[in-house]
Structure formats: C-alpha cells, structure tokens
C-alpha cells in the first residue's frame, strides 16, 4: 500500500484511505504483535517507568529490567522514598542513567503535588521532571488512551515506508498530518502498539526506511565513548563507595582530566557527592 499525492511535501489522506491503511496494520497486528509486559498494564506508573527505560534502548533489552524494577519500586511512592543507589543499581545495564535520576524525582513530584496519582494532560505531563513532548504524548496514550498524536521512530520508519516513496530528506513536519489523520481515536493505545510494531517489522525486512528521514541521527558507538567512561565510573562508585578521585583514575585507565572532569558534571547532575575524601552516590 502505497500514496502519494500530487504535491509530495504535503501528502493528504481521504477517510477511505486512512480507513483502509489502519485496517492492514491492525490485521497485521493481529497476527504479528509482540507480547510486552508493559501493555498487560495500563498502569500509569508502570507506562512511565517503560517509556523511560524505552528512550533509545530496544524492547528485547529492557522487559528484564523493566520487570526486575517495578518489582523493587512497585508505585510512585516506594520510588519516591527509595535510595538513589538501590535505582541506580537496577537501572544498571540499561544505559543513560540521567533518566534514573529524572524518573525518582519525577516520582517525588506527583507524590508531593499530584497526591501519589499521575496526571493526565499533557501540559501538566511534560512538566514533570524528564518527561518531554514525545513522552508526554506517549504516556496520556498508553496510560489514558487519550488520542494524542506523537511519532518515534518505528512510527516514522511505517509513514515514510507507505506515504513516501523513494524520496529523502522526509520531515516530521511533513508526516504529523498522516500521523492525525490515520489515528484510532476509539483505541489510540491499540494502534499506536500495531504501529510501533509494523515498524519494528519493516527494519527488519527493507533496507530501515526510517533512514530517509532528516531527524535520523545515527547513534554513536558506546564502546570507547565518555558515556561508557561514565558508566564505568558510575560502576565503580556503586561497588565501592567512598573510592578517592586517585583511586577511580586508576580504575579507568589513568586518563585524569576526563575522570575529573565526569565527576565534577556527575556531582553537579546529583549522582555523586564526596563523603571522608571519597565519592559516594547521593
């Protein structure tokens, strides 16, 4: 299945076509769909926790942790009360440990000014700490099944295969009103799964089509990178707290300007604090 209109910058839909477009990925899904625990639930806490860990890091890596974590820190108020460290140590693994920190004070936030209940507007959504556009819109979809419109990149990679062509350089601009127009307001939450997951399927079997977009960015190895160095580091101060600025440089391989310069950012971002001459997580 496959549209264009005239004028490609502006492809435009008629309701028998986004009908007949939402009825393939609905009957593909139904045949297809990936069984996650995160949509076993309609929890608002549990949606948040998995579309935190979800940023930039693939379904098949995050259901472990994503199970292991709502079985240590259950509701907003035991993530709320818990010790950053006892976060830290299940998020490890998953990668951008910024977003540990922004989910525990987003957890404070509702349960200091929403009463221990997540709200349901997007204003109010994106201004919790960490939760941006994109995750705002997610949430209100999968945890209230509001029909938001909102696109990630599996949801990119399904418009650009279908509305697009050959062509490249492709906006969200451009595939916003086809996200709209072929929305499922009666089940959002429904389709925007059947979506995610045709998309997952077309990396697989085309050549990513997602790469035709203007926001792809490809991502930066980890291995080598001062993500990995800060990982490490992190690492280090969890398995033994209280290790001295001489100590962690030795542990990483000597290179004393770049520890340095992570654990004064890593202090500032509130991860680390020094305690008797050492660091200690905060």
Known sequence: MHMQSDHPSEPALTSSQAREFRDMILSWYRDNGRRLP???????????ISETMLQQTKADRVIGKYTEFIGLFPDFAALAHAALRDILISWQGLGYNRRAIAVKKCAETVIDNYGGYLPSSIKALQALPGIGPYTARAIAAFAF?????????????VFIHHFFGDRKGITDTELHPLVAETLDTDNPRGWYNALMDYGVMLKRTHKNPGRRSSHHVL??????????LRSRIL?????????????????MGGDAEKVSNNLVQMEKEGFIGKRRGGFVIM
């Open 235 to 251: 690492k280090a101060i969890l398995d033994a707290p209280c290790l001295t600025e001489e100590q962690l440089v030795s542990l």
């Open 145 to 157: 099944n509001m029909p938001t419109v909102f696109i990630e990149t599996n949801i990119r990679t």
């Open 219 to 228: 991502q930066a190895p980890f291995l080598g990178s001062n993500r990995e």
């Open 38 to 48: 995160w949509r076993e639930t309609s929890d608002p806490y549990a949606i948040l």
